[in-house]
């Protein structure tokens, strides 16, 4: 529990460069004490990717992925300080660790290293090799793995398939498995005056000037006004959903088994919403958050944003824009359709800033890592629900493709929630339905043990 707090009181905000090389020390510190020989940071044009190697002179070989960088949390009101790590209740749980990082993903990555660290006081060899892949610009949208992959493809080569420890569960206890993730576009818009040749042109001016001088911020809400239909959920623009592939009779199956499961109301509770788009429930629900590509406005802003009032007409407005990908469509060619769209409507002048893109992942549900994930979670008495995918995005393409092209799965008990969010937590003492800590641990190796005899 400890090492879970020590590592959440690390900062690792990618985004203001807070607390990166600590980070990665500490990481590397903790592998080392986990048996790993000789963790190392591994140097990229951006943050440090930490690599270990734990040989266990075992038949089969798992890739290891994790990430030790957080969100910022700037601007969140929370009821305990992000970087304190509190163990506080919080129903209906007896405890939990409150902070950033405690569930994406600090917490269980630092519990997988607690689960190799009892490994090794027990002086139990571990049933499979890993290898060890931890980076620190995951929020980042990866933009530097690709590189650590492209110069250190030997080390990763060997290994059968690849982990993500995770915390699967949800408030009611339900172990998920996500066969995939959907891939992301993030971009910035910007209108500007001195780009669009009309309005301010080098600053905020008073807004009295709005009488006779063209404001840039209008000019984006109308922009943004033709790229979604009026409630603002089908995407408008030409060619992007061209690529889209809906679900296979197999999947539609797996979904319609699923809809027998899910309980909507822990969605609503969670994220404190009473309604899905459409009013939409069952199959039709799954289906629209599994195989849905979406744009969203993470923010908008321009002008005065302080407090108190300062009447302006502003010179620039940004607006921050995430694309979710599905299966068949492809980042560059969903960002060419950005662009002609706004050419095509009169926007030429607005500029796009790509901040991150990669590809969805897809693993088949029968690969041996998925069944040995959904055997551990049967042995400790928690039949899973399987989902096709995941509705967020990781850059698991990167294994999951050319040129390693090996499954890839997120396993593990355990609950958190809170993500990006204000009072992010993970639980520590769980429920009889919600593993705590300690289970959590332990399913890790159980889901290696379990991998090692599905895969003989």
């Known amino acids: 529990m400890k090492r879970v707090q020590r590592m959440i009181q690390q900062p690792s905000i990618?985004?203001?460069?807070r607390g990166i090389r600590e980070c990665a020390t500490l990481v590397a510190a903790y592998l080392a004490e986990a048996g790993v020989e000789s963790p190392t940071l591994v140097e990229t044009d951006g943050n440090p990717v930490v690599y270990g190697e734990l040989d266990a002179g075992a038949k089969h070989t798992l890739?290891?992925?994790?990430?030790?960088?957080?969100q910022p949390f700037a601007g969140e009101t929370w009821s305990q300080p992000p970087l304190d790590a509190a163990l506080v209740p919080f129903d209906p749980f007896p405890q939990v660790v409150m902070g950033r990082g405690a569930i994406n993903t600090k917490g269980p990555m630092v519990a997988f290293f607690?689960?190799?660290?009892?490994?090794?006081?027990l002086g139990e060899p571990l049933p499979v090799n890993l290898k060890l892949v931890c980076e620190g610009e995951e929020e980042l949208g990866s933009p530097h793995l690709p590189q650590f992959f492209k110069e250190n493809l030997s080390r990763l080569r060997g290994a059968e398939a690849v982990l993500y420890p995770g915390a699967s569960q949800d408030r009611n206890g339900r172990v998920?498995?996500?066969?995939?993730?959907k891939g992301i576009v993030y971009l910035e818009l910007v209108s500007s005056g001195d780009r669009w040749g009309r309005g301010p042109l080098a600053h905020d001016i008073h807004s009295s000037h709005k009488a006779w001088i063209d404001s840039p911020v209008w000019r984006m809400i109308n922009a943004l006004s033709t790229m979604v239909s009026?409630?603002?959920?089908?995407v408008a623009i030409r060619g992007f959903y061209d690529d889209v592939r809906g679900p296979t009779p197999e999947e539609h199956e797996i979904v319609r088994e699923l809809a027998r499961t899910f309980d909507?109301?822990?969605i609503r509770m969670q994220n404190k919403v009473e309604r899905f788009?459409?009013?939409?429930?069952?199959v039709d629900l799954l289906e629209k958050f599994l195989y849905s590509s979406t744009l969203n406005i993470d923010g908008v802003w321009g002008g005065h944003t302080g407090p108190g009032t300062k009447t302006v007409l502003p010179h620039e407005v940004r607006v921050r824009v995430d694309i979710r990908l599905v299966p068949d469509q492809v980042p560059d060619k969903v960002l060419a359709a950005v662009r002609n769209h706004l050419d095509r409507y009169g926007f030429p002048d607005i500029e796009i800033q790509v901040h991150d893109?990669?590809?969805w992942s897809q693993t088949p549900l029968d690969a041996p890592i998925v069944r040995a994930v959904r055997s551990a979670y049967g042995r400790m008495g928690h039949p899973p629900e399987v989902w096709p995918r995941a509705g967020g995005s990781l850059p698991m393409y990167l294994f999951t493709k050319d040129p390693l092209k090996l499954p890839a799965l997120s396993g593990g008990l355990g609950h958190g929630a809170g993500a990006h969010a204000p009072d992010e937590y993970m639980v520590i003492e769980g429920t009889d339905k919600v593993a705590g800590l300690i289970e959590q641990e332990l399913s890790y190796l159980t889901i290696l043990e379990a991998y090692a005899e599905i895969a003989r």
């Open 14 to 17: 990618s985004g203001e460069g």
């Open 63 to 70: 890739i290891v992925y994790m990430m030790y960088d957080t």
């Open 114 to 121: 607690n689960a190799l660290m009892a490994a090794k006081e």
């Open 176 to 181: 998920k498995i996500w066969g995939g993730n």
């Open 230 to 234: 009026e409630d603002g959920n089908t």
């Open 264 to 266: 909507p109301d822990v």
């Open 277 to 282: 788009i459409d009013d939409l429930e069952g």
């Open 357 to 359: 893109k990669y590809d």
